[in-house]
């Protein structure tokens, strides 16, 4: 029990009537903006949309029951899955030398933090059109290859852009998270391996890579979720010819309003979430 | 040791990586300055049009205009409300802590279309879509959890005996607040309000869903402006947008290190 002035000086006034105080106004805009909504969304995917557009009375399981007969609603989320999956894979390939660079650097390494980290603040919006400056056709990239006297591939509009764009965005999140891992590498250990004669693959295999584990998952388990959720780059760079859950919920709200349906599909991410909570808690098990 | 090739490879590598990360960012720049009707490299020729353009261009000026305005609002709410919190979570113990803290910061752990969808079908109920109070209080969902763990570690790792010492001696609880607390969690208040502020001011998907049609927010806008057009400025927005968050970034860093603010 933490004895502070305020405490002391509030249990004299009677109890913990300043401390409720201190705390209604987040929990009131708690349960406005994301308990009472969420939950009400919840209860949303349990109704079902008339042919006008406007729901009908009573919970019914029929928008369920149809999207769970749709195969055009399977393969989008299979889709959805995957591409999450190649993408965290990916990031994680990418950002892990850079990660172990970074927390190895004995100079600059404040400003190397800043540069990895601060794509973070700027929107997503700017980091995916810089993309589309770079990937487009006649743009950058092509541009570049052409004057190699390469023939540039379709960069954008396919789940080729989007996996690259996906991947800039994410790399921020995943070296946070190896970073935060990397903290229990002690470089002794190594030097110690490597006077016993063991190779820097060996040190790599044996010693780095067991120990980096936990900031790895954490790093998966982030951009997996945050790839399964992301509207705006697969919509930009995607140029509405991949089909995720996260820009049909969109399309379902904004377009066909379709609420029922979008509330739905929200749950159903709700869903992979929980899941790849799940496997995340029994790796981590499995490590330890 | 590692043999000198292997060594170059993995120094070249390390620099390619950091030219992907970085690549979107600073390539808005040079096209931003590009003659051009169209976006195309390499420019034909350079010139500062698309920013004139981007002066005359009334809805991004209007929009960021309201985007400024929105971010104020939002980061002085998210600030009176955090506050009071923070204080609370870190200077009491109580049953039920751990919850709350985490129903707290729950909100970052959803996806924000989940979250932009799920306020959207509250708020239409009230006429608060497409209006000023309506995106100010939904962007509260995404920057209370930012402040409010900014706020908790500035005020955790501040002793907390210097403010019962200040209490022994028969100051009030406000007193102690005004003189003690305040002034010592400055670089914490400073950080979170940063944030709040960028946060808000980048928020694209929420603002999306709330903003609707008539009331216009610039990422909004943007996001809009790229679905239908293909000259330079949004290059030349991004750019200016880049340098301002730059900004951002050296008062967070500053402040509290920059990988403690923004961390999941």
């Given at each position: 029990m933490t004895v502070s002035a305020l405490e002391a000086n509030d249990a004299k006034s009677g109890g913990g009537s300043l401390l409720s105080t201190l705390l209604l106004p987040i929990v009131l805009v708690n349960i406005l903006v994301f308990v009472a909504p969420v939950a009400n969304l919840a209860a949303m995917s349990f109704r079902s949309a008339a042919a006008t557009g406007a729901m009908n009375e009573g919970f019914d399981l029929s928008t369920w029951s149809s999207l769970i007969s749709d195969a055009y609603y399977w393969s989008m989320l299979w889709r959805t899955v995957w591409i999450g999956a190649l993408i965290t894979l990916v990031t994680l390939v990418l950002s892990y030398p850079l990660a172990l660079f970074v927390s190895r650097a004995t100079r600059a390494k404040a400003l190397l933090i800043v540069l990895c980290i601060s794509?973070?603040?700027?929107s997503a919006v700017v980091r995916t059109y810089g993309w589309m400056v770079i990937?487009?056709?006649?743009?950058?990239l092509p541009a570049v290859l052409r004057s190699f006297n390469l023939t540039p591939p379709?960069?954008?509009?396919n789940q080729l852009g989007v996996i690259i764009g996906m991947t800039e965005i994410l790399m921020p999140y995943m070296i946070l998270s190896l970073l935060s891992g990397f903290?229990?590498?002690?470089?002794t250990l190594e030097q110690a391996a490597e006077t016993l004669g063991a190779g820097p693959f060996t040190v790599f295999r044996r010693i780095v890579l067991p120990l980096s584990m936990p900031g790895i998952l954490l790093g998966c388990l982030l951009c997996f979720v945050l790839a399964v959720s992301s509207f705006i780059t697969p919509k930009m760079l995607g140029g509405g010819r991949v089909a995720l859950l996260a820009t049909e919920i969109y399309d379902q709200a904004i377009?066909?309003?379709n609420w029922p349906v979008a509330a739905c599909l929200s749950v159903l991410i709700l869903i992979v979430f929980g899941t790849a909570l799940l496997f995340y808690g029994q790796l981590s098990k499995i490590v330890e | 040791m590692l043999p000198k090739i292997a060594r170059g490879v993995h120094a070249l590598s390390i620099i390619l990586i950091l030219m992907f990360l970085l690549a979107p960012v600073i390539l808005v720049f040079p096209i931003s300055f590009s003659a051009d009707a169209y976006v195309a490299w390499p420019p034909s020729a350079w010139s500062a049009r698309w920013y004139v353009a981007l002066l005359h261009n009334e809805e991004m000026v209007t929009a960021f205009r309201n985007s400024l305005l929105i971010a104020a609002c939002v980061t002085v709410i998210t600030l009176v409300v955090a506050m009071p919190a923070a204080v609370a979570l870190t200077r009491w113990s109580f049953r039920g802590q751990d919850a709350l803290i985490s129903l707290f910061t729950a909100p970052l752990l959803l996806p924000s279309i989940v979250l932009g969808l799920a306020i959207l079908v509250i708020f239409a109920g009230y006429g608060l879509v497409s209006s000023w109070p309506g995106v100010v209080i939904a962007h509260l969902v995404i920057t209370l959890p930012y402040a409010l763990r900014v706020l908790m570690t500035g005020l955790g790792t501040m002793p907390s005996f210097v403010e019962d010492a200040a209490g022994t001696l028969g100051a009030a609880p406000w007193q102690v607040f005004r003189q003690i607390t305040l002034p010592l969690m400055t670089p914490a208040l400073v950080a979170s309000a940063a944030l709040a502020f960028i946060v808000s001011f980048d928020e694209v998907v929420i603002s999306l869903f709330i903003a609707g049609t008539q009331l216009k927010l610039l990422p909004v806008s943007l996001y809009h402006y790229v679905e239908s057009w293909t000259d330079p400025l949004v290059a030349a927005v991004s750019a200016l947008l880049v340098l301002g968050t730059l900004g951002i970034v050296l008062i967070v860093e500053r402040a509290i290190g920059l990988g403690k603010a923004v961390s999941k």
């Open positions: 794509p973070l603040l700027i990937l487009g056709d006649q743009r950058f379709r960069l954008i509009n903290g229990k590498l002690d470089a377009v066909t309003l | -």
